[in-house]
């Protein structure tokens, strides 16, 4: 007999054991309620369990045994905003700590970084010049826009750097909408996947596809909900919609089943990693993201609302800023993704 069978045997009898009187040991007893109470939830079981588990949590180092996974440097990656006046450092006011930065800024402010272990940033352009704005998103492409530019600089200044680009037209586009608008303000989709995915070939300088472009990776924002937590993001970026909102073309907070049908038409198109944005309230889909698509990398993006939700409270003494950083991004691991976009990322590279 299998020393499992041997328990699970030892399970069944401990667990009719008021019944039947139990004739096994005190060891062989608690061995069947640890095996019980982990594989037969359904098996009720008597007697004190609870200081069983103690030793699971007496000591850091044990503690850190039960997550399965440990946050570390490799998995974030960090979000900067990139604005077309190539001397420019603004602070963003409604994301404490974040600012807009132009090209020459780049790279006094990444090396330190750098050398504390940062290895990803996505980027995000920011035209201020009115003119960089029409129905069309135009100057997203532009090869002297500032997110190519920044490319270029960061490839020749940081060759190990993994950069990772938002590829969106809603920081080009005059009314702030994220793709094309019919004549009644709605979003035609098609034409807006046409344009969307000459900005992304344009950001890999023009190959032929993304695919014949070795070595892109395509990270998708499979499961994005529309929402209040993208706030201080669009005054970070400019890209506020000048009237109505996204509710079209994401997904409604409570579309679970949606979100879902969104990440496996994107495993089968070819993503290569899929994302769940925002992150803390959507860990359900996350989890879900992780059991759909196995086989790929999980995202999470923890958005401009939730770091600034973070900063409030740590602001107003409910809890301190560290430990709820680290709390929610532990979260995000548990329910299931590998990588996390985050706005704590400088913070996390002094933590870890
Ligand atoms: N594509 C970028 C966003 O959707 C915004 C994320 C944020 O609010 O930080
Ligand atoms: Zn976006
Ligand atoms: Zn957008």
Avoid at 71 to 98: A, C, G, H, V, W
Avoid at 277 to 302: E, F, H, N
């Amino acid at each position: 007999m299998s020393f499992s069978n041997l328990v699970s045997d030892i399970a069944f009898r401990d667990s009719n054991a008021d019944e039947r009187g139990s004739t096994i040991s005190h060891a062989q007893s608690r061995a069947a309620r640890s095996y019980a109470s982990t594989t037969a939830t359904s098996v009720s079981i008597s007697g004190d369990i609870s200081s069983q588990l103690h030793a699971g949590y007496s000591h850091p180092l044990s503690r850190s045994w039960q997550a399965e996974r440990q946050l570390t440097k490799e998995m974030l990656i960090y979000p900067l905003f990139i604005t077309d006046n190539p001397d420019e450092e603004t602070p963003i006011p409604s994301l404490p700590n974040q600012y807009r930065r132009g090209v020459n800024k780049l790279i006094p402010f990444l090396a330190p970084l750098i050398r504390k272990g940062l290895s990803s940033v996505m980027l995000f352009g920011v035209p201020l010049h009115p003119s960089a704005k029409d129905a069309l998103g135009t100057s997203a492409d532009d090869p002297s826009g500032p997110v190519i530019s920044a490319i270029r600089l960061l490839r020749t200044r940081f060759p190990k750097l993994y950069i990772t680009t938002d590829v969106c037209l809603c920081e080009y586009t005059s009314h702030g909408h994220c793709g094309i608008l019919r004549e009644d303000g709605t979003l035609d989709n098609a034409q807006s996947v046409d344009r969307i995915a000459d900005v992304a070939l344009s950001l890999r300088n023009r190959r032929r596809t993304l695919r014949v472009a070795h070595r892109v990776l395509l990270m998708s924002y499979s499961a994005k909900f529309s929402g209040c937590l993208y706030g201080p993001f669009r005054d970070a970026a400019g890209s506020c919609p000048s009237f109505g909102d996204r509710r079209c073309y994401q997904l409604p907070p409570g579309g679970r089943g949606l979100a879902r049908r969104a990440i496996v038409r994107d495993m089968n198109e070819g993503a290569d990693i899929i994302m769940v944005k925002p992150a803390s309230s959507y860990l359900d889909i996350i989890r879900d993201a992780k059991d759909l698509a196995q086989d790929l990398p999980v995202a999470a993006y923890q958005v401009s609302g939730e770091f600034a939700m973070i900063h409030a409270g740590a602001k107003a003494g409910v809890f301190d800023l560290k430990s709820m950083a680290f709390e929610s991004t532990e979260g995000i691991l548990r329910a299931g993704a590998g990588i996390v976009v985050s706005y704590f990322t400088p913070e996390f590279l002094d933590w870890l």
